[in-house]
Nanobody
Framework: VQLQASGGGLVQAGGSLRLSCAAS????????MGWFRQTPGKEREFVAA????????YYADSVKGRFTISRDNAKNTVYLQMNSLQPEDTANYYC?????????????????WGQGTQVTVSS
């Protein structure tokens, strides 16, 4: 299984970015997909997750109303649209997956992880 995240970069506060995560080596539609983020010296933090069929989503309170997770099962890709970015959103963002009918915000539930893409928000 491979998860390839992309789309990170440098953006000013208030700006937007769209992250993508392309999956291979798995039956994508059977996996819950999630996004996590991490800054140096801190634990990995849940950001958002989406169920296998894309109908249900779950967000951390810190990003609710600003970030949107979605997926395209035909393209084996999950997205994270990030709007109204703030300096505290600066982190390395990881996509992750696990096979389950249930959504989860716990990193330990996720079996596969991508390599991360850096998002830096300047003030």
């Amino acid at each position: 299984v491979q998860l390839q995240a992309s789309g990170g970069g440098l953006v000013q506060a208030g700006g937007s970015l769209r992250l993508s995560c392309a999956a291979s080596g798995l039956i994508f539609s059977t996996y819950v997909m999630g996004w996590f983020r991490q800054t140096p010296g801190k634990e990995r933090e849940f950001v958002a997750a989406v169920t296998r069929n894309g109908i249900s989503t779950y967000y951390a309170d810190s990003v609710k109303g600003r970030f949107t997770i979605s997926r395209d099962n035909a393209k084996n890709t999950v997205y994270l649209q990030m709007n109204s970015l703030q300096p505290e959103d600066t982190a390395n963002y990881y996509c992750a997956s696990f096979m389950s009918p249930w959504i989860s915000n716990r990193a330990n539930d996720y079996a596969y992880w991508g390599q991360g893409t850096q998002v830096t928000v300047s003030s």
